[in-house]
């Protein structure tokens, strides 16, 4: 009964006081650390026990946001021996979650990379694999069917592709303790150097947006324009007249064209751009008109 009680005061301190379910499920799971897991495990902490109970119970619920290291405080001992009394209950117990790649991809958000995923898994395995004896090869074949390989797999993966994912949530999902899954981690990196490389250059060439892309086309033909502009085009006129064409370069380094012409001879040319006024219709026959006048004055 002290045990239940035990539960019910850390499923307090955990938030998780009204949660009956776990409850029930924790309490099945201290019955069994007591029975086939050594009290040498659990003397680091005065109620670790309690805790990798209700800790176990809350994964078996399918449940992924437990907090490692609040329960470590709760536990009274320091992250990384809880983290390793953890692994040991779960040896002792045989508790070996059931995981996969496309389980983990999924719960990381991050499935568009599965390919890559199974190719670096892959190229691992026969490097890693290819550089052993063969007696050691048997026993790292085995080894590398724990969970924790699985999670390296898609960490590395998912940090050349700049993608972010926690360990703490990957150690959860692994069932892995930090030191395990970080040792996995840098063995992966060594092993598939090459691999991971050329994963790091694809991806930087994938993720570039069309956007930028575009931007560098219109920076790479605005400048090209400003470089033949840069010279002044005479550009041939009636009787003469010539336009000078011009860039200049604004703040914004934007080009922007000026067009320079002589002034106009008087206002009814400042409504048709270019046109001398003595060339249209109207001066005509403003002039007809003039002559027609003073003939008749003349004959008076």
């Known amino acids: 009964m002290a045990g239940r009680q035990m539960l019910m005061h850390c499923l307090e301190r955990l938030h998780l006081g009204d949660d009956t379910e776990l409850l029930e499920k924790a309490d099945h799971f201290h019955s ?66 059931t995981v996969s790649f496309e389980s983990l991809a999924v719960a990381l958000g991050c499935t568009t990379m599965m390919s890559q ?12 694999l290819g550089q052993l004896s063969a007696a050691k090869r048997i026993s790292a074949q085995e080894e590398l069917t724990q969970t924790v390989w699985k999670g390296a797999t898609v960490y590395v993966c998912a940090k050349a ?21 970080t040792k996995s981690i840098k063995t992966m990196q060594e092993q598939c150097k090459t691999f991971i490389g050329a994963l790091k250059k694809k991806s930087t060439h994938t993720l570039t947006k069309p956007s930028e892309k575009r931007k560098r086309g219109e920076d790479a033909e605005n400048d090209s324009t400003c ?23 604004l703040e914004n380094d934007l080009p922007v064209r000026r067009l320079e012409r002589n002034k106009p001879i008087s206002g009814i040319v400042s409504m048709i751009p270019r046109q ?25």
């Not at 007591?34 to 809350?58: C, D, E, M, N, W």
């Not at 502009?229 to 006129?237: F, G, Q």
Request: glycine share 6%; with cysteine; hydrophobic share 30%.
């Open 117 to 128: 995923i199974q190719e670096l898994w892959s190229t691992f395995q026969q490097t890693y």
């Open 227 to 249: 470089t033949s502009a840069s010279k002044k085009t005479k550009v041939p006129k009636e009787k003469g007249s010539t336009v000078s064409l011009t860039t200049k370069r």
């Open 161 to 181: 592709f700049g993608e972010s994912i926690t360990k703490g949530h990957l150690q959860s999902m692994c069932a892995c303790s930090p030191v395990e899954l």
């Open 32 to 97: 069994q650390c007591t029975t086939h897991v050594s009290s040498r495990v659990f003397g680091k902490g005065p109620q670790i026990k309690s805790v990798i109970s209700i800790h176990l119970a809350y994964e078996n619920l399918g449940r992924r946001t437990w907090d490692s290291k609040l329960a470590a405080e709760l536990s009274g001992c320091k992250p990384s021996v809880y983290d390793s009394a953890v692994v040991l209950v779960r040896k002792s117990l045989h508790i070996v979650p």
């Open 276 to 300: 001398d006024y003595k060339h249209t219709q109207r001066y005509k026959e403003y002039l007809e008109w003039h002559q027609g006048l003073v003939a008749r004055l003349s004959s008076h």
